[in-house]
């Protein structure tokens, strides 16, 4: 018969390799859930749509290992997000360990939609911080966002932001609830300022006429990014995750 002391022993190596096994299988089952609207949401790619959400070439940012589920969708605000269910069906599938990236604020703002609207200061403060506690008692890492910014340029060409209070409640919070920031919106205001009025048409859809058969007319849209200014804005958003979420960071590509 083993000694007690190595019985003892092999019963510790199991155990810790069970641990280990186990410690392995979660990373590999890591996830990055998104929650957003369309300045996130995945688009078509029929008839060579050129719009596209940051969060749809978000996964081409992360080593192999790690899954990106965006449940993002047009049109959404904290409050629709919540009313169609949608919440709930992302919450079901978290798991300790995952991430959850929140951003929204562009329709939140919009005070002639009932179904959409949320005061800055009130419900969609309210709605955030329902999202940041309910992923928490899930073992998940919230990580508030703020909304990217819309193109807006003065008649001197001075770029100004329509966002109001948004980004301010969703720094606050942050800082409050102590979970991890995004500031995607002081990040894109830098972008466009840099960039310029005319550059930064790039970033956004100035699509001419005929440039896109499904596009006849052309289109000029301000709000929806271009795959062009879809990665600029995970290039953004990786160089915050680098900066305060380091262990997220270490499953970025170099």
Request: charged share 30%; net charge neutral; aromatic share 10%.
């Amino acid at each position: 018969m083993m000694p007690i002391k190595n019985q003892c022993l092999l019963v510790l190596l199991l155990v810790t390799n069970l641990i280990y096994a186990q410690l392995e299988q979660s990373k590999k089952s890591l996830t990055i859930f998104m929650i957003g609207n369309s300045t996130m949401a995945d688009k078509p790619y029929k008839d060579g749509n050129p719009e596209k959400g940051w969060g749809q070439v978000f996964p081409l940012y992360f080593k192999e290992g790690i899954r990106i589920e965006n449940h993002a969708v047009n049109g959404r605000s904290t409050k629709s997000f919540i009313d169609e269910g949608r919440w709930i069906k992302v919450l079901e599938k978290l798991n300790p360990g995952d991430y959850v990236i929140i951003e929204f604020g562009h329709n939140d703002s919009k005070k002639e939609d009932s179904k959409r609207f949320a005061d800055a200061n009130t419900d969609y403060k309210s709605n955030l911080k329902r999202f940041v506690s309910e992923a928490q008692v899930k073992g998940a890492v919230p990580i508030l966002a703020t909304p990217i910014v819309r193109r807006r340029f003065s008649d001197e060409g001075i770029f100004y932001d329509v966002h109001g209070d948004y980004p301010k409640v969703v720094r606050k919070l942050a800082d409050e609830l102590k979970v991890p920031l995004l500031d995607l919106h002081k990040k894109t205001q830098q972008m466009l300022a840099e960039f310029g009025e005319e550059r930064s048409k790039l970033l956004f859809l100035h699509i001419l006429p005929f440039e896109y058969k499904t596009l006849p007319d052309g289109k000029i849209d301000d709000t929806h990014l271009s795959a062009y200014g879809a990665f600029k804005v995970c290039d953004l958003a990786a160089e915050e995750i680098r900066e305060s979420i380091p262990e997220l960071a270490a499953w970025l590509k170099d």
